[in-house]
């Protein structure tokens, strides 16, 4: 073990950029806990008999893979940490991930199959596995269902600095398969990906809407909750009195999207939150005109669906959260989308309905 080896923990394993905050996280760390946490990872790799298994890069004769992704159980983090699948395109690859995000890839145009418990792996043979990073977590899942498996890791030792998790995808995918593309390559195309199976239904209301706009309400951090959304609506419908409206997100945002229907009942205006799957959700916002959203899943979602947000930052600028092939309009606050003004979103949504035709 090399004595620069720690550096791992920050350093970009491929060879080109992305956005992170590495810097901050170099300053704000000191070299000893960084050097502890490598080794400790290290260590429990040699402990658990798989340091010597892992291999720098996926060879033509690995054909059935099995990708251990458990690190990020959140359903932004595994779009975006799952999004370079699309580079394995003629490899059977089996996915083992959290129950919670199982239903966004099942029918998938990669996974072959999608598994959520360690029984069900066991007994199969694979050429290759890709574990999401050399947590104590999946290293242990690793050992158990493929003690003898060789792996690479996506993030392996990377551990600790923010970062555009499907840039960094997309290029450390790349780099794994021997840099087939370039970086303005990867760059110009990288994106999360979802495929509806073709029973997916939202709702029988939609039948009824020729065009929509959709509004994602709620949130799980205080800081990504927005709360002049009233305001936003009445722009909306100033400018145009016909504009159909659709309400989405989940339990957290049921108080306020009924405080928004007492409000704008008689508008045309549609309340499905906590009415959907994230699937079907996905599946309203794709065949809406624009999505006006928080930093969040249902932000990832519309991107990997194609369709134009309005999206609100704050903490993690849009930078570290988009890519190039997005359209987006989006508006940022360092502290909280709460210091976003109302006007500030109109503006951007204007500047949407113009580039778009809308």
């Known amino acids: 073990m090399k004595p620069s080896s720690f550096k791992r923990t920050y350093a970009f394993p ?13 300053k704000n760390t000191s070299v000893v806990k960084r050097y502890i946490k490598f080794v400790k990872r290290y260590l429990y790799l040699v402990f658990k008999r798989q340091n010597n298994l892992e291999v720098g890069q996926i060879y033509q004769h690995h054909h059935r893979i099995l990708w251990i992704n458990k690190s990020a ?18 490899k059977e690859v089996v996915l083992f991930t959290d129950v919670k995000n199982a239903h966004i890839y099942r029918q998938d145009h990669i996974f072959s ?18 574990i999401d990073s050399y947590s104590t977590r999946s290293i242990k899942i690793k050992s158990e269902v493929q003690p003898k498996t060789p792996f690479v890791g996506m993030y392996g030792y990377y551990n600790g600095p923010e970062v555009n998790r499907t840039l960094f995808s997309f290029h450390r995918m790349n780099q794994l398969l021997g840099y087939p593309e370039s970086e303005a390559e990867i760059n110009s195309t990288a994106r999360a990906t979802m495929n509806f199976p073709k029973d997916t239904v939202a709702a029988p209301i939609f ?18 909750i927005y709360d002049k959304w009233f305001d936003v ?31 704008y009942g008689k508008k045309n205006i549609v309340n499905m939150v906590d009415q959907l799957t994230f699937v079907q959700t996905a599946n309203v916002i794709k065949g809406s005109q624009i999505l006006l959203c928080c930093d969040g899943g249902l932000m990832h979602a519309a991107n990997a ?18 890519t190039y092939c997005i359209v987006a ?30």
């Open 73 to 90: 159980p959140s359903l932004g983090d595994s779009l975006m940490d799952l999004s370079s699948r699309v580079m394995l395109n003629g």
């Open 14 to 26: 491929f060879q080109y950029d992305v956005p992170s905050y590495t810097t901050e996280f170099i």
């Open 233 to 263: 609506i009445d722009g909306l419908f100033a400018r145009s009195s016909v504009l159909n409206l659709v309400l989405v997100g989940s339990s957290n945002a049921i108080e306020i999207a009924n405080e928004l229907m007492s409000v």
């Open 329 to 358: 309009f989006s508006s940022y606050d360092e502290l909280n989308v709460k210091g976003i003004s109302a006007e500030r979103i109109l503006d951007r949504y204007d500047k949407a309905c113009k580039l778009l035709e809308i």
């Open 113 to 130: 199959k999608v598994v959520t418990s360690i029984n069900q792996l066991k007994d199969h043979k694979y050429d290759l596995v890709i």
């Open 207 to 224: 039948h009824f809407l020729n065009k929509y706009v959709v509004i994602a309400l709620g949130g799980e951090w205080d800081y990504r």
């Open 305 to 322: 669906v194609g369709t134009p947000i309005v999206p609100l930052f704050a903490r993690l600028t849009p930078e570290m959260q988009l």
